[in-house]
């Protein structure tokens, strides 16, 4: 009983933060939001494959900074963590650039903060639905914003 209790609390707090947070993004970092959601529309797949070869190879340093930190800590393990913390912070912002994506296509002639809170809205709510959301809509969104993000970062600017 208080495992349901918790997940009611927990339900809508997770789900306002991460629409403030996709929100905040991209006020105060419009450009490389900007460029994570243009690379993403620009090279779909070359965002998805390079956000899946990203998210392996990652996944793999940290699994192995894991194994040779032991359980004593030490640098592979701080190593570690803070691999880890670069990962969340460019998926945060490659999810971003798929809320305002999703947001400009939902509501073209709203303005840019409701775009997004709409599009975070419909990001957040289309992956809570159960096992197509969890295991195919999320992941397929995280990795693309992710190739995305990555892209627009090393793109060098025209001018």
Request: aromatic share 10%; proline share 4%; hydrophobic share 60%.
């Amino acid at each position: 009983m208080n495992d349901g209790v918790a997940m009611l609390i927990a339900a809508p707090v997770v789900f306002g933060s991460l629409v403030a947070l996709f929100s905040l993004l991209r006020v105060l970092f419009p450009a490389q939001v900007g460029s994570a959601k243009a690379a993403t529309i620009e090279m779909p797949g070359r965002s998805l494959a390079l956000g899946t070869v990203n998210l392996l190879f990652i996944s793999i340093i940290v699994a192995a900074f894991g194994a040779l930190g032991g359980g004593g800590g030490g640098v592979f393990q701080l190593l570690a963590l803070i691999l880890l913390g670069l990962l969340a912070i460019a998926l945060a912002f490659g999810l971003a650039g798929m809320s305002v994506l999703i947001g400009e296509r939902l509501l073209p002639d709203a303005t840019h903060t409701r775009q997004t809170a709409w599009g975070a809205a419909a990001l957040v709510l289309a992956s809570l639905t159960p096992f197509l959301g969890w295991f195919g809509l999320f992941p397929y969104l995280a990795i693309q914003g992710l190739g995305g993000f990555l892209i627009g970062l090393f793109r060098r600017s025209p001018g």
